[in-house]
């Protein structure tokens, strides 16, 4: 039997089409607490009274980064009809 040349290729793996470094979509609550530099109380606060609105998927909760980008215009928004 005669020894046949096997070439394997490889494709690089691909990321998203954002690219290695894209913003997430969703975040975990200690997550927002960093981006949104709150505690997890007034995290939760805000999630209960409905200011942050949220997902869930199975049991995890998540932040959409939208609601994170509303609730901040919305305290932008309050800041100047004070």
């Not at 969703?26 to 942050?52: K, Q």
């Amino acid at each position: 039997m005669a020894d046949a040349a096997v070439t394997i290729t490889r494709r690089p793996h691909r990321r998203s089409e954002a690219g290695p470094f894209s913003v997430p979509v969703l975040y975990r609550v200690p997550d927002a607490m960093l981006i949104l530099r709150m505690s997890r109380t007034v995290i939760y606060d805000l999630i209960r009274v409905g200011r942050l609105r949220t997902v869930k998927e199975g049991r995890a909760r998540f932040i959409p980064a939208s609601a994170i980008a509303e609730y901040v215009a919305l305290l932008e928004q309050e800041a100047v009809t004070r």
